[in-house]
């Protein structure tokens, strides 16, 4: 169950750097281009482009639209690719840290208590008989 939610989790972490997808360059009009443009400058507002689009919008006629989107594009696989090695990486070493984190609890419980139920957590204490959570 443990290995089966580090996978959910590195799975998560790596969906998180997933592009999104847009229609093609060549299948927006003039003013959907124009809203294209003007919501990546507003969330990438110091980018050299958005600068020159913000300086003369209405010179940026189709082929130099078709320019910028197919840079963009570059861009953001670049960028997708990238948050999902981190996230590869990131996820296999939170899962390396769990799993050894109960591997030592277990173990030091093991040595010290011979009684010890892995499985439960639990050892038999001399003094009462009774069954008590290991927390060492």
Excluded: K
Aim: net charge positive; with cysteine.
């Amino acid at each position: 169950m443990r290995r089966f939610t580090h996978i959910l989790t590195a799975l998560a972490v790596l969906g998180s750097g997933v592009a999104t997808f847009s229609a093609p360059a060549e299948a927006q009009s003039y003013r959907q281009q124009q809203r294209y443009v003007e919501r990546f400058c507003a969330r990438n507002p110091g980018a050299r482009d958005c600068r020159e689009f913000r300086r003369d919008a209405r010179r940026w006629d189709n082929r130099r639209y078709q320019r910028w989107y197919r840079d963009n594009e570059r861009r953001d696989r670049r960028d997708a690719a990238t948050a999902a090695i981190f996230g590869l990486a990131a996820g296999a070493a939170l899962g390396a840290a769990a799993s050894s984190g109960g591997n030592s609890q277990a173990a030091r419980c093991a040595q010290r208590y011979r009684t010890y139920d892995p499985r439960t957590n639990t050892y038999v204490a001399n003094s009462a008989g009774e069954r008590r959570v290991c927390r060492l």
